[in-house]
């Protein structure tokens, strides 16, 4: 891929606006992540106030199959090409649902030309390349263009609602924190070669794919910054069916880390495409010293907490059913009991991002953010590849007398 | 401590005993799993065909105490010297549940006398304690003298179907095993110091308490071997207040690690004393590509069971309920779904020593088996201790344009 | 209100279209219903394959409020006279979202107008409005012009899985169904007298809210009938605080019910508004000679199911993640295990009937089925009126000696 | 069977018995309850501070088996005639557990006899049985012989924590109450005959046998009285295998009532033997304005509670594990998090009646209370026998126009 621009080569600006007039929005991008956004995108005003905007076009690369998108999906236009899209004054929102190595690219150059732009995760392949988007995202703010990544999970009405309560002290001091995220799509050891189990074009395996995930919900719900990593990785299948035979699978089935934060408090993280039956179980849970949070992503509408300081006799994990009008995002939706489903995630992200672009303030989760889970992805690699914790044991240590 | 009798010391054989008597049972200490393995003797008559045996003497340091605990845990007679107990001719079994410091000296002069012996786990506080008395274990089984290490989890009917399920190919090739010990007794900051919290005493903390169950469990469900480990351990609360003071936890509060396995798969180890809520969860999950087990022992009645060779539309976990007659030990019991407790466990380890001493076969357990537990756990604090995979990360590694 | 317009004053024929030309809609309500049943509209072309369609008109009381709504989800134009809609030619599909006492005029007209009607349930307050709705609906059926009710949880896609299941006879003879419908609005005592509180305005209180669902879900899931109904009623709070001071409550709070089927099996129903902590819990249990099925709405994407003709030794409760490609409505959607929310419900409605009218067929469930649930809901009531089944109890029957 | 002794025709007493000498224990009936009692009274001193008992004697049909079951089950001797057992001086307690139907007559002879009785559920076979042993047992308190029935569920951990709870005030105004006990073992069309399901040995089916629990429940946990009842009775296999083909089933599979409360509450009980996959569930949901009580006998370790007080942000059903020593009963046995089981329960009764006998006070449940239940379970089977109730539905109510 052609190196992106380097930021400092532009002075960007927002893109020409009458205040009144609707926002300009552009995605590129039509498989899931695109027909997810789009949902969202369709959806978002039908459910909460927000800043008038326009879907004006989807962007991908087959012109037939990306006017269908468009049509189904609710965008005006279609377009094959995203650099034009760049250079129209009635775009004002790029939303990147690309695969991840063209994610700098398209990043940095649709920022260079004042355009607010969300990425989906992770940011880039490469920590190069996130440093130059990140690089790029700095130089734009300062100009009033806004930049966000797409850790939807931090939507998770009961996720944002966990966080609430950490911040309120309610679990005192967090020491101990799990974080799971366990797949199956690779149970099967004849499911077919893909791009995702290519290093060249995903970068890195159930890491990159989900672990990046687990890693910013420990971020989000604690505030707290990793410091310190050890990791390992492992693929559990090596060779897997291609076109032409079998291929080398050159990325991670699974991985295993943990980290050492801030304040003190250690996580552990797991992920897996390899956890038979278990089909897309972000788990997470998170003990302090006077209290704990429990969470599965497959359950989403629901969340666990166990509150310390109530008298022990009626100590007990509670499932919270977070579809009350007093939850984070559910003013919007039904009646308390009538739950939400997962693509609601990207609705309340785009709730965000437009009312922050709107109000001229930062959306968050920043590109920093993301490049610093680049970051702590990248240490879990080299951890996992100095291999140097390893112990060897062998075997009948003991002879008989 | 005294040194142990060098095994080959001496030539053991099993006490003299007429082959129609009952058995003559010692058990040498009465705190709580003296309490616990009592139950079981006082208990595993009444439920199961088992070899006759009586509950000859208690043995314990105080002598008002011990008698007192004879008497309620219905053995005929209390004593204060373990070692005069090993000359009487009328015992024949030796069931150690003295702390984890005297196990090595007890049960080598035990098996040295000729007496079959239980002992709690772990095996001993230090490898070298380890080693010998499973050297003496070996000598002793060569003469008809058995040992055991009490493992009683093994008996958790749950767990034996789990470990049935797996050897019949029910998960197919198993890669992917979390193992978690949860608890938070220590979870409260100001919870007192105590022998279990000092290197000297206990050995180590939640290391060799419970991570010692969990990797246990994952040799026993798999019968696999550990053939390389990574480990990690915490202290998080490191002053904890003694008697004159604050005084230093020498021990870790937390243990984690990851064992590779002879046949290939993985498994992480997660324990932990401060998981607030927790009680005494140990929690199995067993993902092969055919199937899945899940397992906590707060519910020990249940097991959870995915197969994943029935077609998708129908596959999910399922709770089995471990309580009909076709599964182990529950032939005894109670009519289905009348669920037992923790402490059948026992009463199920007491029946297999019993059956099989008597039937001149060795049981499992064997000390070896313990001994290699310890060998794994020795592995965690050497791989801790080296700290070689910690990759350290540095705040803010993106500047300003 | 008016009496609806005989049905036979008219033959009905559905309004003139090419073929190839898409359905006009109009939709008739804004507020809870309506919301649903306009996302429905606005999204079902996104992920389904339907015959075209357009979101014509929104029809409300309010003309401000009615433009704004039709804004805000997805409708081309607003209105306020919905007879006057009915005379429109581009206006081929009438849903009805209004509250139930208007259900028999608007619907009876529209059907007399050619205009297929889907209403929401129930089919209408009393018993003869429903009769002439049905009779409305079979005349216009003859003459292509179709109906239906608008039972949405025959299409949460767990239900409809079970239904196959059940079909496909996975449970053998069905006996004993347990049919549950709780929420808990109305367990505050002091919470204000609505509409839904009056019998002139609602009909009956939890009885045709929500036990019309639970009879519905009987009769679906079974294909069964009723032939015979034990009832009973209650008011807990029969009194609460209205615009003027206290109010009677002259609708039931909860209600009981014994259903005999036709196949001989009995259900029992049971539904309130003031069973604490139960949000939106429709829960059904359905238990036959070879095998259970269990679910509850608020984690509607599972589906309970053991199947005992499996080795009792690995019996057990399944929870199957209702959301593989393989599962009924959800090819439409995300990748395994992205659950999708209660609303989706109508979404999987809409497709239902617009590919049912589109191809000239009869959709499912008919006016006939909502009459039958209505005819039970009635006999309940009628039963519970007579309170002939009850055994009065005296205190103290034994004097001492 | 004979007539029960009118208990007037002798002022029982006590059986003499130095202040300081142990209690003697005779036992009837070896059986399934036999065995679950004798294991009580073996383990009970073990854990709790009880009066001094001893296991004398153990009575029984046949000479042999009776003599077996003694030794295994912990008991000095074996008889078989009960009646001279009530003779010996030595004796001071009688525990029942020979079939219903033999009740009455060796409960009101032990009586008489001036023996301490406890007897199981349910108190009798017919009214009039019971109404003769409460009027005895009446006599005989007044002498201060004490008497008890065996409802053991309320000495499981998880109920007398509810009982409290809802004492306390804690869940407000109870005012809905769901019951329930489901069972399979009859699930089999094929399953034979037995004299469990014969009226005349049997007395009814499923609604002696557990809806008598799941009423004393009701009652027990709320503190109240049943005033009115409506029930209804089914039995889905009326004919299985026998010795000589088929026979007829004379009592009832299932049964369902509702249950009017003196305060106003109303309780649903359904019981079954058909509820495929449910083993012993018997369940309970207790609904009142401030909170709400969730049990389930299968994890009967366990008790859900929802506190409405809090927040609504963080109310939620939790799930207290009752394993704590603030617990009830829990002091006795292990540390927290290590659950107990099923036949504990009747560990406890024996504690409470032991010390209440010991005390010279009247233990709970009274044999008034058992007469109580016996009232309402047949006030339930006069409900159903009337069928008043039923309201019968025709199908095909509307005609096309």
Known sequence: MTTP??????TPSPAERPASSPLGVAAIGYAFMGKAHSNAWRNVASFFDVPAFEQKVLVGRDAAQVAEAAAKYGWAE?????????ERDDIHIVDICAPGWMHAEIATAALAAGKHVLVEKPLANTIAEAE???????????????????FNYRRVPALALARELIAE??????????AAYLQDWLSDAEAPMTWRLRKETAGSGALGDIASHAIDQVLFLLGDAVTEVSGRLHTFV??????????????????WATLTLASGAIASVEVSRMATGQKNSLKLEIYGDKGTILFDLEALNELGFLDATVPVREQGFRRILVNEPEHPYLEAWWPQGHIIGWEHTFTHQIRDFLTAVAAGEAPSPSFEEGLNVQHILAAVEESAAAKSSLIQLHANPIEGA
Do not use: K
């Open 169 to 178: 002290g309610r679990l005192g001091t967090v020491r101990h924190v799990r």
């Open 238 to 255: 090596d060779r897997r069916p291609g076109a032409d035979g079998l291929e080398d699978v050159t990325v991670d089935d699974a991985a």
């Open 132 to 150: 130059a988007m990140t690089a790029a995202a700095i130089t734009a703010r300062a100009q009033g263009v806004q930049s966000m990544i797409g």
């Open 78 to 86: 279609s377009a094959t090409d995203w650099r034009s899209v760049l």
């Open 5 to 10: 621009a380097h930021p400092s080569d532009h």
